[in-house]
């Protein structure tokens, strides 16, 4: 099959020909239709973390059923599917049910193991579900890893509705999905941006203000912090939040480490909540909110050989919402 192969870490990637992965009994072959980038594309590059070589990145996948293994019976050859990101072996599902990210066992589709930027991507069965009705083949791509994410930092943030929602540095895909998550949970939504047109797009979102990122405080009280930046925002984010807040963190894309006044964290009674990805529960939960209508916002789309081109947007920051690969031939449905 053709893939984007990444045959070194820290490297760069190369489009050629690699065999597909055996296929497990357990185990479902889907023809790709689209795949979406996150920051995993990039950080796999650079050894952060450094994934089993050669790798296929791609975390987010949708298409088609090509190949099913034979103790699979819930989808079939032919069946248009969408791929959860969040792998976790069967024991931890069993012994830690809606925190089964939290198992030793747990993988992120498109780091720990191979991903969808590709012809046939391949994956366990319980993570192939069939793709929400409605929605384009795009918006089923963009959703997954996003969406899954920001909707677990919500609900781990005990998020309740006519509370305050500060999402720090909207643009990324979890940072969008935070803000359409927490404005149909019923929250009031702020938003950060160093740039102003993505200032004014959050604010065509719904969120209901927007602030420079770069300012050296917000004037907002947030009962949650969604926080995904890191070192370049985590003082402001901090200081944003009301007494007794919970900011919640998934990643920190200007850096891993941040210095933490525990004066101000003590006395404040904050919580610092990490999160990663979600649950098998979780999943359907997102993909029925999808399926009912939930905004999902596409920054642009590219052909699969223009997967560099995509990257680079990614690496420089420019987009807003997600990056969509379309691996079928243009006009296609």
């Not at 795949?35 to 650079?46: I, P, Q």
């Not at 089964?100 to 191979?114: K, T």
């Amino acid at each position: 099959m053709q893939a984007w192969i990444l045959d070194e870490s820290p490297g760069s990637y190369r489009f050629g020909e690699i065999d597909p992965p055996p296929l497990a009994r357990d185990d479902v072959r889907v023809r790709v239709v689209a795949s979406a980038l996150n920051h995993m594309d990039l950080w796999v590059t650079k050894g952060l973390p450094k994934p089993p070589l050669p790798h296929v990145p791609g975390c987010d996948v949708t298409g088609v059923v090509a190949e099913v293994g034979a103790d699979v019976t819930h989808v079939a050859v032919g069946d248009e599917v969408v791929i959860n990101p969040g792998v976790s072996p069967v024991a931890d599902i069993v012994a830690l049910g809606i925190d089964s990210p939290m198992g030793d066992g747990f993988m992120i589709y498109g780091e720990h193991c191979w991903g969808g930027h590709c012809t046939y991507a391949t994956a366990p069965g319980r993570n192939v579900l069939r793709r929400p009705a409605g929605r384009t083949w795009e918006e089923c791509a963009a959703y997954p890893l996003a969406y899954l994410t920001a909707y677990r930092m919500l609900r781990r943030a005990r998020l309740r509705a006519g509370e305050t929602v500060l999402v720090v540095g909207i643009g990324s895909g979890v940072s969008t999905a935070a803000l359409a998550l927490a404005r149909q949970m019923g929250a009031r939504v702020v938003a950060t941006s160093r740039s102003e047109a993505k200032r004014a797009e959050a604010l065509a979102m719904g969120a209901d203000q927007a602030f420079d990122s770069a300012d050296r405080s917000w004037p907002v009280q947030a009962n949650v912090v969604v926080e995904s930046v890191g070192p370049a925002t985590w003082e402001q984010s901090v200081r944003a939040l009301a007494p007794g807040g919970r900011l919640v963190v998934c990643g920190g894309t200007s850096g891993p480490k941040v210095e933490i006044n525990l004066p101000r964290l003590f006395f404040k009674q904050y919580e610092i909540i990490g999160s990663t990805l979600g649950s098998y529960e979780e999943f359907d939960d997102v993909t029925r909110l999808v399926e009912q209508g939930l905004p999902i916002l596409i920054d642009r789309t590219y052909a699969l050989s223009d997967y560099e081109e995509a990257l680079e947007r990614l690496r420089t920051g420019e987009q807003l919402g997600k990056l969509v690969l379309r691996h079928d031939a243009p006009g296609t449905a």
